[in-house]
């Protein structure tokens, strides 16, 4: 790992700008972060939609201080040893 830079991850979320949309249910206002519905992936930082990142070979998904600070969906298939026997 001699030579290795690390660094914080950042997630692929940003903020919308202007106004969400109002009446009929909606909420209205300036998006501010509030709603999951006020950011949109746009591939911004080092994370996929899911918050995760391939690296060195292996994929893995990341907890950060920022939106959507967990996993936000799953990718792949799980291991064989995830399954209970019957």
Do not use: Q
């Amino acid at each position: 790992m001699i030579g290795e830079t690390v660094h914080k991850p950042i997630p692929g979320y940003t903020l919308k700008t202007g106004n969400r949309p109002s009446g009929d249910g909606n909420p209205g206002g300036a998006y501010n972060g509030l709603y999951r519905s006020n950011y949109e992936f746009t591939g911004a930082g080092d994370l996929d939609e899911c918050n995760g990142m391939t690296v060195n070979g292996a994929y893995a998904y990341y907890v950060t201080d920022s939106y959507p600070w967990i996993v936000a969906c799953l990718k792949g298939t799980e291991d064989a040893s995830f399954a209970k026997p019957r």
